[in-house]
């Protein structure tokens, strides 16, 4: 059964910056891609940033330059590192695990960004 844990959100002012983490158990992490997705509200969840099980990464044209994301195969653990933080970057953050077309959802973790 996969379960994956978020941690690290929180209020931050303009210009400020968070470190997410999603512990992952129940799956062996190396194998699989693993994302981080937002969602605001009453409108759909977007794309963040992903890393595959060789390390490739890809980011949403939003947050390129700012925000990195990196995993830690031993800790079984996958990070946002979220620099540079704009109003807009408020959401809930959702971490995802997908192995063989299949995706699995953490809880998501409050991320808001205001003076």
């Known amino acids: 059964q996969v379960q994956l844990v978020e941690s690290g959100g929180g209020s931050v002012q303009p210009g400020g910056s968070l470190r997410l983490s999603c512990a992952a158990s129940g799956i062996i992490f190396s194998r699989y891609t693993m994302g981080w997705y937002r969602q605001v509200s009453g409108k759909q969840r977007e794309f963040v940033a992903r890393?595959?099980?060789?390390?490739?990464?890809n980011y949403a044209d939003s947050v390129k330059g700012r925000f990195t994301i990196s995993r830690d195969n031993a800790k079984n653990t996958v990070y946002l590192h979220m620099n540079s933080l704009k109003p807009e970057d408020t959401a809930v953050y959702y971490c995802?695990?997908?192995?063989?077309?299949?995706?699995?959802w953490g809880q998501g973790t409050q991320v808001t960004v205001s003076s």
């Open positions: 995802n695990a997908e192995y063989d077309r299949k995706g699995s």
């Open positions: 890393i595959t099980s060789l390390g490739f990464t």
